[in-house]
């Protein structure tokens, strides 16, 4: 009897702190983290929140299980994402440790959603890498438990994840591939939330009736299944207003901005909710009403700047060109530049990821994958030269502008300084980018190889690293050199010769040398040539050297006085037996063969005391 008394007791006092009374000093871990889980989404009491929170967790470790200390840092998380005015890296602080106390705990449960809800947060802050790294982890967890609702909510995140990259069609075909699993599991929530994918993606491609029907959809939803997400419906109406701009229905578009913006306002105030005046700016911006969307977007930018969200782009040149427009060309100037440095360091900052999915448990092994994966860096490349084309011509508007209003033609010389500055940059940029996608393909196609048993696809996938390798090295010169046009060969051949020597592990016992003097060489004429030399050096540490054999290999290249070049390869290694049929698949000889003629060159190969391969390419000939 009294046993039931003191749980009545319990139950009461928790119920009680869940409905908004602060706990006081002498509650109990339990009862805390019940009023946490209570308020951790409430405008009132942010103050006591963090403070009551902390305390909490300080006496709960070594105390209490490991679960509940997970959870309260869960909530930590929960609290910062919402009340916004920290910084994203401390929701993904106690995401992080709430994982790290599931783990300890053991729950594969647990450890699964924790597993995607951290990846969210990792797409939050733009670490790209390691939410697919969670991702994919969860994903295996959630088919192992045959956790539908996990696997619905693992696909839907996988579909926000190519969305962030831009890869619009596999965000739509993983979103859509998620909608069953939700549906099934009556994750309503969720469900509403995965039509922003489709509503985003569709729009991106131009299919705005379907984007249209994805919004419905999710409204739908909100109105009859899960009325108090108002804030997926709020994002509904924002997402859709994007599409309408994409189709040139501004009406409609500035319709459901105010219309989000006044859902907002109805449910948090409307200081909390200003950043939603950015968008309304924009459409009066674009319908010439200056006066109104200064008034919108000046709202909107302080409230980012406040929150701490300093990388604004879009609304910074929505401020320039209003203030342009209504004369005031100083401000207009000084928005204008905020956009543009923080144009330069997002593109600095960004990891661009070429997703592919290698990583998944039914994907092959296969060479097919390696190459459409670089089919995709290509695609992003292209991609990428695009947008710096993009922005240079935007920059060149610009400055053109400001030579008319404000300096006429007495600073011409120094702007157009400053704009092969800016364009010296942006190459470097684009090489820069170029060298980060090579990494990826080469870190996929490890993470691909690791998982392959079979001795002669796992030698093909390290070669294709090798490859992948050797013209990243040649971007990672072009963005660290002074010369953008030229590849100095010698010190980059010193750093193949380096990364090849740690993928084959010989560094003790193989000795690269490189005899030629410095020597600058354009890209298109590095590329092939760094190729051949890989293939040569990949050849020679394979078989020149059996048995763990210590040796030497020796690289010159140099140009004759008629700009044609010749390359020497050679090893004092056992060279080659006559009749005895070249080991491996020959797809190495047949690259080097085809790069030859490209080169409009000749290949001459000799074998004695080691093998010696020599090629003279007539360049002016191949040019």
């Known amino acids: 009897m009294v046993k039931s008394i003191f749980t009545i007791l319990i139950l009461w006092t928790g119920f009680s702190f869940a409905q908004g009374e602060v706990p ?66 401390s929701v993904v602080y ?76 596999k965000s739509i075909a993983y979103t859509n591939e998620a909608l069953p699993y939700l549906e099934a599991a009556e994750d309503y929530s969720s469900l509403a939330i995965a039509q922003f994918n489709l509503i985003i993606g569709y729009g991106e491609l131009g299919a705005y009736e379907k984007a249209y029907e994805a919004a419905e959809r999710c409204l739908e939803l909100v109105k009859t299944k899960v009325p108090e997400e108002v804030f997926v419906a709020v994002r509904a109406y924002s997402y859709r207003g994007d599409v309408y701009i994409k189709a040139g229905d501004l009406d409609r578009a500035l319709e459901d901005y105010l219309t989000a913006w006044e859902m907002c306002k109805k449910e948090i105030g409307e200081e909390r909710c200003a950043t939603y005046r950015t968008e309304i700016g924009h459409i009066y911006l674009l319908q010439k009403n200056y006066s109104r969307a200064l008034g919108h977007l000046l709202a909107g930018v302080k409230s980012y700047e406040d929150k701490g969200q300093v990388g604004l782009i879009q609304p910074y040149l929505d401020l320039a060109e209003a203030y342009s427009s209504l004369g005031d060309y100083r401000n207009a100037l000084f928005y204008k530049e905020k956009a543009h440095a923080n144009s330069e360091k997002q593109l600095q900052d960004r990891i661009s990821s070429i997703e592919s999915e290698m990583a998944i448990k039914y994907e092959t092994g296969k060479k ?173 540490l394979k078989y020149a050297f059996p048995e763990d054999q210590e040796g030497v290999i020796n690289i010159s290249l140099e140009k004759d006085p008629h700009h044609n070049l010749k390359l020497e390869v050679k090893d004092n290694g056992i060279g080659k037996t006559m009749g005895v049929a070249p080991k491996g698949t020959g797809f190495g000889s047949q690259l080097i063969e085809l790069l030859t003629r490209q080169l409009n060159g000749k290949m001459r190969e000799r074998s004695g005391k080691g093998t010696h391969v020599e090629f003279d390419f007539a360049i002016q000939k191949s040019a």
Not at 136 to 163: C, M, N, P, Q
Not at 450 to 477: C, F, L, W, Y
Request: aromatic share 8%; hydrophobic share 40%.
């Open 94 to 169: 106690h995401a992080e440790k709430a994982l790290d106390y599931h783990l300890k705990e053991g729950s594969k449960q647990k450890i699964a959603d924790s597993y995607r809800s951290l990846s969210i947060d990792y797409l939050n802050t733009g670490d790209l890498e390691k939410a697919q790294e969670v991702l994919f982890k969860a994903i295996a967890l959630y088919e192992e438990l045959g956790d539908d609702a996990g696997l619905g909510s693992a696909y839907r995140t996988l579909g926000v994840k190519f969305r962030v990259t831009g890869d619009f069609e």
């Open 368 to 540: 097919d994958e390696a190459l459409a994966s670089q089919a995709a860096l290509l695609q992003q490349k292209n991609k990428t030269q695009n947008l710096f084309i993009i922005i240079a011509s935007l920059l060149l508007l610009f400055l053109l502008f400001l030579l008319y209003f404000f300096y006429r033609n007495k600073k011409a010389t120094q702007i157009i300084r400053a704009k092969n500055a800016e364009k010296e940059l942006l190459l470097k940029e684009i090489h820069h980018r170029v060298k980060n996608n090579l990494e990826m393909v080469k870190s996929l196609i490890a993470l691909q190889s690791a998982q392959i048993e079979d001795p002669v696809t796992k030698d093909a996938m390290i070669a294709s690293q090798n490859r992948v390798q050797s013209m990243g090295i040649i971007h990672q010169k072009l963005y660290q050199g002074k010369n953008l046009g030229s590849i100095e060969m010698k010190d980059y051949f010193i750093n193949l010769s380096e990364g090849i020597l740690d993928t084959f592990n010989a560094e003790d016992r193989v000795k690269i040398e490189c005899a030629m003097d410095q020597l600058e060489l354009d890209v298109d004429t590095a590329v092939p040539i760094g190729l051949i030399v890989n293939e040569l050096l990949t050849n020679a």
């Open 24 to 89: 006081g000093p002498g509650a109990s871990v339990d009862a805390s983290l019940a009023w946490m889980r209570a308020n951790e989404t409430s405008a009132e009491n942010l103050e006591q929140f963090h403070e009551l929170a902390l305390k909490t967790l300080k006496r709960s470790i070594g105390t209490a299980p490991d679960s509940t200390v997970a959870q309260i840092h869960e909530s930590l998380a929960s609290w910062h994402s919402y009340n916004g005015k920290f910084p994203p890296d």
